[in-house]
């Protein structure tokens, strides 16, 4: 609650300008998570609620991308948001609902139907064309094996690592073309960029690249305070003035890197913040035996399952932050922190089976 409160109030402050009402907006989304955090840890949720609701957002994402493809015949689907934000979160949504199939012990229909709808999460990311999202999964299924191993679930870590990068590549089969050139793009723009910057600072990786040159560059000239939210832009805008920077800069408000993006605009309290803001959920949700140990020994598996889940999602969107400023989008807020609140809620249910109906 601390940590989301905090946010709140550094997001609501410009740290260049006066008290300003709009500011106040990031505030209110965060007090009212909070508030609900605080409401949801006394009550708990039920188990299954998360488990079908994660479920049917992985089904959705995919159902979303099929509208947007066959229908409207969009190149590139997006969800009604940026795509960028779509395909990210629908990765977690697919991760997640995988992790719960595989480590959870379900009956077997069961885990076949949240392994299939995880998947269709998987794909709707494909679809999106999102490739921050998919160099997160290394990382992912990495986190997911070792906090199984490390709790004595030595064989089901295994299974579970190996079934979900072969449930991905399953997935993958359908929009191997499109990955196959995503990532080819991604190379030779990366090669252009190194090889003529000032040429090349257009694609989209290349924007990326000079995004963080930029704000490196920044940084340096005001490591401490950072410039603010005015006093950003314009200094981007000096540089192009000054051929030190490519226009193409001034096309986004953000540095398209979350740790960057903080530090330059909020200097270095607003960077250690940041990195709390993923570090304390992830610690508090981390499964350990003590923890597991809390709930009934039949519910383990399910208690490391969410766990292993609520901890994926602040994992998750700090790969997402390479690439990308998702705490720039509603969509990226309201997910990551409302997300908090119900994973924190089912946790709470499990560990007190008389706040919430839980299932046994």
């Not at 995919?62 to 395909?87: C, D, P």
Request: aromatic share 12%; net charge positive.
């Amino acid at each position: 609650m601390g940590i989301i409160l905090v946010l709140g109030l550094l997001w609501s402050r410009s740290f260049d300008r006066q008290f300003s009402i709009a500011d106040w907006e990031f505030g209110a989304r965060y007090a009212l998570a909070a508030l609900s955090l605080c409401y949801i840890s006394k009550t708990g949720i039920r188990l299954s609620a998360i488990v079908w609701g994660l479920a049917c957002g992985a089904l959705g994402a995919l159902a979303i991308a099929a509208y947007q493809t066959e229908v409207l015949k969009m190149a590139r689907v997006s969800g009604f948001t940026n795509a960028i934000q779509y395909g990210g979160i629908a990765m977690y949504l697919g991760f997640a609902t995988i992790t719960i199939a595989i480590l959870g012990r379900w009956g077997k229909w069961q885990a076949a139907v949240l392994g299939l709808l995880g998947a269709c999460g998987i794909l709707a990311s494909f679809l999106s064309d999102s490739r921050g999202s998919w160099v997160v999964t290394p990382l992912l299924i990495a986190a997911i094996w070792l906090m199984a191993w490390l709790n004595g679930f030595k064989k089901l870590a295994s299974i579970a690592a190996a079934g979900i990068v072969a449930l991905g590549v399953l997935v993958a089969v359908p929009a191997y073309n499109k990955l196959e050139q995503r990532a080819q793009a991604a190379s030779q723009e990366v090669s252009e960029y190194l090889q003529d910057p000032q040429k090349y600072a257009v694609t989209s990786v290349g924007q990326r690249l000079e995004q963080w040159r930029l704000a490196i560059h920044l940084i340096e000239q005001h490591p401490i305070s950072g410039w603010g939210l005015v006093g950003y832009p314009a200094a981007k805008q000096q540089m192009v003035e000054q051929g030190l920077a490519h226009p193409s800069v001034l096309e986004y408000g953000h540095a398209h890197n979350e740790i960057l993006d903080m530090w330059v605009k909020r200097g270095l309290l607003g960077l250690v913040l940041l990195l709390l803001f993923y570090a304390v959920p992830a610690i508090i949700f981390w499964p350990t035996r003590k923890r597991l140990n809390r709930v009934p020994e039949e519910m383990r598996p399910k208690a490391l399952a969410l766990r292993t889940t609520a901890t994926l999602l602040p994992l998750a969107y700090f790969g997402f932050g390479w690439t990308q400023v998702f705490f720039a989008h509603n969509s990226g807020n309201m997910f990551y922190i409302f997300g908090l609140a119900v994973l924190w809620g089912g946790i709470c249910g499990l560990q007190h089976p008389g706040r919430s109906v839980t299932d046994q």
